[in-house]
């Protein structure tokens, strides 16, 4: 028995095998699923592991897997209703030809209905630029491949993950506007948004809060469906080691060139929330607020004497980016990834995964920091 919050959770002993060959041990489960694909709701990213048995699953509507394929998980879901999708990448370069990319399609096609899964997330970060091939090809890959799982799975669901901004983050020049009307929904990876730092090179927040509404901002602008979007947040932060460290807690980072910017987060190591959680009581500083970023920081130093600054989103900042949902109308929220907590049975740290996953929906936890 695991208690977290007000959710007890009990370990899951399914009355349906587990192998998911031929037949469908989940068939019956599977039939009554009946949701719909316009609805998303919370979007999971799973990494593999059986951290999934401790969701909070009275909000989860699409999981994400990209760990290792577990029948375990897929039945389960499929009992709560929940959908199960596969993550879709490839070398944009390798589908610019049409029949490869007809080929590519036709396989993870295949794998979703094999497996009894309920749809694909395409997951390709590669740089495009606008006057080349592969941006039409791009577009064409989404297109066709919502086409395809429509057809041959009724009711599946296509993602496209995108950046935090449509303004060619990263090189990423893509037809946002078509990839959108293309497939069911976008989710948009609103984090590591430092990936391209083109002024000081110091430490910031992984995803400040006014600048990623500006992204959303943005994509509304282009036209965009609300109901297309998904807003994603990450329950990661980064650790940058100060080159510098000023009284005004100015942390001057290593200048690591990306895609064309001077300096990036490549500077930095991401780490999950849970390891920050353990370290920040023992830091130099205790946890502090940035007043303009809207989001927490602290600072600690390591074993050899360097100083380090972590930022990251805790259930305030996250809050504060899924009032925006509800006032712009947008489809959904998730976050990467699900795995990122600590689901043991530490009291502190049960506590703190229990505001995580409250502070989704924003009215489940006092906006203070």
């Known amino acids: 028995l695991h208690v977290q919050g007000n959710i007890i959770f ?75 999708v596969l993550k879709g990448d490839v070398p944009i370069v390798d589908i610019v030809d049409p029949a490869n990319r007809t080929a590519w399609i036709n396989n993870k096609v295949t794998l979703a209905k094999k497996q009894f899964m309920d749809g694909i997330n395409l997951d390709i970060e590669q740089e495009v630029n606008k006057t080349s091939p592969e941006y039409w090809a791009l577009t064409a890959l989404v297109k066709e491949t919502t086409e395809a799982f429509h057809r041959e799975i009724p009711g599946s669901q296509v993602s496209f993950d995108v950046a935090w901004s449509p303004n060619c983050i990263d090189n990423r020049c893509y037809d946002y506007a078509a990839i959108a009307e293309s497939c069911d929904l976008v989710f948009v990876m609103s984090y590591d948004e430092q990936s391209q730092i083109w002024n000081e090179c110091i430490a910031r927040a992984n995803a400040p809060v006014n600048q990623t509404l500006m992204g959303y901002d943005d994509y509304l602008k282009m036209k965009i469906n609300p109901k297309k979007l998904v807003m994603g947040v990450p329950w990661y932060g980064y650790d940058y080691v100060c080159m510098e460290l000023t009284q005004k807690n100015v942390c001057t980072i290593a200048k690591v060139p990306f895609r064309g910017a001077p300096c990036s987060d490549a500077a930095g190591r991401q780490i999950p929330y849970k390891t920050m959680m353990k370290q920040i009581n023992s830091s130099m500083s205790g946890g502090l607020w940035d007043d303009v970023q809207l989001a927490p920081y602290y600072n600690y130093k390591d074993i050899k004497g360097n100083i380090h600054q972590v930022w990251y989103d805790d259930p305030h900042s996250i809050s504060l980016k899924a009032r925006y949902i509800k006032d712009r109308g947008l489809r959904g929220i998730g976050m990467w990834n699900g795995n990122l907590l600590d689901y043991s049975n530490d009291t502190v740290a049960r506590q703190q995964s229990t505001d995580m996953w409250k502070a989704l929906i924003p009215q489940e936890i006092p906006l203070v920091p």
């Open 10 to 84: 009990t370990p899951i002993i399914l009355d349906i095998p587990l192998s998911c060959s031929f037949p469908n041990p989940c068939k019956e489960l599977a039939s009554h699923l009946g949701l719909d694909p316009s609805f998303t709701g919370l979007f999971v990213f799973d990494v593999g592991g059986k951290d999934w048995q401790f969701y909070d699953w009275s909000k989860v509507t699409t999981i994400a897997t990209f760990g290792k394929y577990d029948p375990e998980l897929l039945c389960f879901a499929h009992s709560k209703g929940v959908r199960l």
